[in-house]
Each structure stands twice: as C-alpha cells, then as structure tokens.
C-alpha cells in the first residue's frame, strides 16, 4: 500500500505556498517598519450543481505564526469599509473579482491568512440585501422541481476561514493575491427533515499571480450534451502534477468548459526562480472516458492570455462512454473527510487523481450517489498545441476501477479498490485513526442541555477548526436524555497533543444546530459553542451548551 498523503486535497497548494515568495505590507506594528502592498482577489474552480453561490466577505487577517488561533493577538486585520457579497459561480475559467486593494503590511514572514465572511444568519448585509438574498451566504440552485434558495452555512464565520502556507513580505514588490474557491467540493448539500440547505467546508488555496502560468483548450462540442443527446456532461479539466515523494498526480487547478467548448486553466502557479512548468492535463466528465495529456508546458504569464499554452490547435474529441455509482458504507469516521479516486498508468506509477468528493459531514457518506466512468484511459503527450495521438488503456486497477482514499487533516488515511458492479458499489473505509506521527488521539466532552424539554429532539454538534469541518455527533440521543432535558456527550479520536508533546494550534470550535422534527423548517437554530475546546496539550471537558 502507498504511504497516501494525511490530505489530498491540501498537498499542492500548500507545497506551491513554501516555495513561493510571496510580497507585500503594511497595516499595524513598528510605523518605521517598511511596508509594501497586497491586492486579494478571488476566482473559482468549476461548479456543475449550483446556479449561484453567494459569499458575503467582511475582512481579511494575516499573522506572522502558523498555529496562531482566531482569539490570539497579533492579527493585522483589513475591514472593508462596507460588506462584499460576490457570485462565486460566476468566477471560474480564470475570471477574478478583485477584493481588497492595495493592503498594507509590515515586511517580515507571514504564515497564516484568514479570510472572514459574514455568517447567513446575520443580520442582512447592505450588499446582500442590493442582491436581492434572503442570506448573506446563500445557494441557488434548480433541480425536477423548479428553482430554489437555501441558506450556505458557514463554521463559525467569526472565527475565520485559514488559509495556511509561508509567505515572505518585502517592501520592493507588490504581492497580487488569487484566492480560490471549490465550490464542487467545498459546497455539501444535506436535508433536515423536508428542508434542503447547504454548508460551506472549505480547504482554501491560494495563488501568486506574479508568479502563474495558463493552459487553454478546446473541445468538440458535437460530443456534448445537449448538442449530442447522449453526449458528455459535467465536463472538468485539470492541471496536475506529481508530488515530491513520487507517491501520486495531485489537482494544482481545474476548470469547467464554456458554452463554446473552450476552458482556460489559469492562475497555474510557477516556482520562483522557473519560466516554465511542466504539467499534466486530465478532462474527465459525465458519460465519457477519461484524456490525459502528458507533459503540457506552461510558461509565466502577466494576464493568464500572453504565453497561453494551447492544449491543441484544434478541438480535442471526446471519448463517450458509460458509468456506475458509488457510495461510502457504513459511514465514515471522522465524517469531514475527503475521498480521491484515483487511476494509474502501466508507464507511470504515480497514479492520477480523476475525481474527488467530500463525505457529507452530517452523514459520513456521500449526499448522493457518485458516479464514476466504466472505461479506459486516453492518455496522449503534448505537442507545443500540435494533433495528439491518443492511445486507449486500461488502468492498473482494471477497467472501470479505481483506488479510492478517505484522508482528513492529522490522520492516516484508508485505501480500497473500488470494483465496477452493480449501482450504487459500496466503499467501507472504516474509521480513520488519528496519525500518531502527527498528532496525539483527544476527546472532547461536556453537555447539551435545554430549559424547555423536548423542545428540540433532532441536531448535530459541528466540531469545526480553521473554517472546516472536522466531525459531527448526531445529538438525536443526547437531546432525549433526562426526559428531553438533554445531559453529557463525548467526542473522541480527535487531533490533539499532550503536555509531554503539545501541539499548539490544535483549537477546535464547536456549534450546534438544531430543530423540532414536527417543524423542522420553523424550529432551526444554529447555536454557537461559547468555549473552545483546546486540544494543544490533551482532553477537552467542560465544552457545555445550553438551549
């Protein structure tokens, strides 16, 4: 078994963000400090399920630590003079919103970003409200039955969402900022009784766009659906590269194609000190086989247009093809994790990432059935935008199969073959256990009580650190407790540390949500954790909420 990384998702922006040298200044500390600029703006990887999705942005904050909590000092904190609410649908394909400009910050080492949104349930921003939201966050989506709205639920928006990764700030050049969104993968559908909302778990990447490249591209639309019937759908292209173990290909960026058939994969970040860089591309959609092309150069670009490089000059043909569904039972512990479905190559050990999918938190298992493709690999070598010759194989796995890996952040990850069958293929991945390398297995305890028994007979406790999700407890149990007074609850195999090995930053803040089955829809509430649990040198017990 390959020694997986603790979290997919997170290894290539975060290997991108210690190579770089990011610059830029100001704002608080020492006034005979040198300061110089940053320019954040914000763009997104493709989404094929929502409509729009609105976040409402209040502030920025930087610090120097990286294990540096929400309530610690130190932060330099850049508000906006008033709210910002932005459609992040609209901002893939390279598109950027600009945010805050021209942020000034003190020259010296930064480690740590975070970005503040106001939550839905706040009072309705100015900017909102100009959108004509019912949420300051918020999905929009259709489905059989019309168009709809629902809240976006964010984990304890005031505690920030982390972007983490060094930095170094220099008074000589200005730093220009792309935060990026996955609004397919960060964005988590779940219904509560016969009402449809949505939570935001996000695992933030960020880019230097002084320092990117592009790749461009086209597609033979005749092949797509619904110029083609039974064409492809849902149709992702990304940019990858392998990581420094040699372990496997991870996403750098992806990106869904225009109604015309063209994508445009850019910011695509480039080490200092190299004009080029030199990555794979993989097209995977709906009802398709899956492309990849080997070996794309990409060169720094000012604008991700100058120095594009072109995929191939004329569209590339899409490999029809059929497809079975997956789904993870029993549930998955802890339940924030992400799952990456993976295919190698006999030519290439490190096997590439197809598609990725979050658990849903509530649930441990996928919100809905997850579809995979039953054919083989099209893979084919870049030629400065000349034809590529493709050749179709089987992957290692076996046609139609994949290596599926269940990771979350400070854990040991758990590998399995997914075998093409009958739909839905179930994946049992166990509970992951804490990674004893890395972290120390702590528990977090206290109770759950309300004034008015039974008041409340259905909800979750939501365990959340850095903006994300880690895991949730069903309080279905807890809540019945003492004749619906409610009483204590505990949560273990949770990243800690110990006095003997503190592990500093390990801070998890947690909230509830909860409601009346006979009236769900009436009776939400979401309820913060007034006390954090600090794990950084052991167990957590007195974390107490009351209703």
Not at 266 to 278: A, D, E, M
Not at 357 to 371: C, E, I, K, Q, V
Not at 388 to 409: D, H, K, M, R
Request: one cysteine or more; proline letters at 6%; charged letters at 10%.
């Amino acid at each position: 078994m390959r020694n997986w990384p603790v979290m997919q998702k997170t290894g290539g922006a975060i290997l991108f963000a210690a190579l770089v040298a990011l610059t830029g200044c100001g704002g608080g500390g020492n006034s005979t400090t040198p300061t110089g600029t940053v320019n954040v703006s914000f763009t997104d990887a493709p989404s094929s399920d929502f409509d729009k999705v609105w976040v409402t942005v209040k502030a920025i904050r930087f610090h120097t630590s990286d294990t540096a909590t929400a309530d610690a000092g130190g932060w330099l904190t850049f508000q906006l003079p008033q709210p910002v609410t932005l459609d992040l649908a609209a901002l893939n394909n390279g598109a950027m919103s600009s945010i805050f400009s021209s942020l000034s910050l003190p020259e010296g080492r930064y480690q740590q970003i975070r970005l503040m949104l106001a939550g839905p349930f706040d009072t309705l921003t100015a900017s909102a409200s100009g959108q004509s939201l019912t949420w300051n966050d918020e999905v929009d989506y259709t489905d059989g039955t019309g168009s709809h709205q629902a809240p976006l639920e964010v984990a304890r928006p005031e505690k920030g969402i982390v972007l983490h990764g060094q930095f170094q700030v220099a008074a000589s050049t200005p730093l220009h900022l792309a935060v990026d969104f996955n609004l397919d993968d960060d964005i988590l559908k779940f219904v509560r009784g016969t009402t449809t909302a949505f939570t935001l778990a996000p695992q933030l990447h960020y880019y230097d766009l002084d320092n990117a490249g592009a790749i461009t591209g086209q597609l033979d639309t005749t092949a797509l659906y619904p110029t083609n019937a039974s064409g492809a759908w849902n149709v992702i292209i990304k940019a990858e590269d392998v990581t420094q173990d040699g372990s496997r290909h991870y996403m750098v960026r992806a990106t869904s194609l225009k109604p015309d058939g063209s994508f445009r994969l850019y910011p695509l970040p480039i080490p200092v000190g190299q004009s080029t860089r030199n990555l794979d591309v993989v097209i995977r959609g709906r009802n398709m086989e899956t492309l990849i092309v080997k070996g794309v150069q990409v060169t720094r670009s000012s604008d991700g247009t100058t120095n594009a490089a072109v995929v191939q000059s004329t569209p590339l043909a899409i490999p029809l093809g059929t497809e079975y569904t997956t789904n993870v039972s029993p549930a998955a512990s802890p339940t924030g994790g992400l799952v990456n479905f993976f295919q190698t190559l006999s030519s290439d050990p490190a096997p590439y990432e197809i598609r990725i999918h979050p658990l849903n938190p509530f649930t441990g298992t996928f919100s809905d059935d997850f579809a995979l493709s039953t054919g083989n690999l099209h893979t084919g070598n870049w030629s400065s935008g000349g034809a590529i010759t493709f050749t179709s194989e089987a992957p290692v796995e076996g046609t139609g199969n994949f290596t599926a890996v269940n990771s979350a952040l400070l854990y040991s990850s758990s590998t399995r073959t997914v075998t093409q069958g009958t739909s839905p293929v179930t994946i049992n991945f166990g509970a992951l256990s804490v990674n004893s390398a890395l972290a120390t297995s702590d528990s977090i305890s206290g109770s759950v009580t309300q004034a008015l028994a039974g008041h409340y007979d259905r909800g979750f406790l939501v365990v959340s650190r850095d903006g994300m999700i880690t895991t949730t407890l069903d309080l279905t149990t807890t809540l019945a407790l003492n004749g619906g007074a409610g009483g204590a609850y505990s949560i273990a195999a949770l990243p800690g540390g110990s006095v003997a090995l503190p592990r500093p930053g390990l801070v998890y803040y947690l909230y509830a949500v909860v409601w009346n089955s006979s009236a769900p829809a009436l009776s939400y509430r979401v309820v913060p954790v007034t006390t954090a649990a600090d794990l950084s040198t052991g167990n957590a017990s007195g974390i107490n909420l009351g209703l």
